[in-house]
Nanobody, 119 residues
Framework: QVQLLESGGGLVQTGGSLKLSCTASGRTNTRYHTGWFREAPGKEREFVAAITWGGESTHYGDSVQGRFTISRDSAKNTVYLQMNNLTPEDTAVYYC????????????WGRGTQVTVGS
């Protein structure tokens, strides 16, 4: 069993930056890709970014391409999401997920961290 814990959310003004962290605990020898998703009020959960187990490949949603960067520090069992040039449309609860190797489908989730961007 792997547990994921997100941190780093908060309130930021338009144009600002935040860096989210997703730290794994439990059976950390389990191999999986890691993704970030977000859910805004009244909207479906949206894919934000993903990084492979070895960190060699990254993928981004269209709405964050060029502004967000996903990275990992395997020694710390942590995946990061650097978010720059934030807008109010980025306001959401951000979730970290362990993704299956096959198809990148979510296998387990963290509890989320709130990001609010003021205008």
């Amino acid at each position: 069993q792997v547990q994921l814990l997100e941190s780093g959310g908060g309130l930021v003004q338009t144009g600002g930056s935040l860096k989210l962290s997703c730290t794994a605990s439990g059976r950390t020898n389990t191999r999986y890709h890691t993704g970030w998703f977000r859910e805004a009020p009244g909207k479906e959960r949206e894919f934000v970014a993903a990084i492979t187990w070895g960190g060699e490949s990254t993928h981004y949603g269209d709405s964050v391409q060029g502004r967000f960067t996903i990275s990992r520090d395997s020694a710390k069992n942590t995946v990061y999401l650097q978010m720059n040039n934030l807008t109010p449309e980025d306001t959401a609860v951000y979730y970290c997920a362990g993704l299956r190797f096959e198809g990148y489908s979510p296998q387990f989730w963290g509890r989320g961290t709130q990001v609010t961007v003021g205008s």
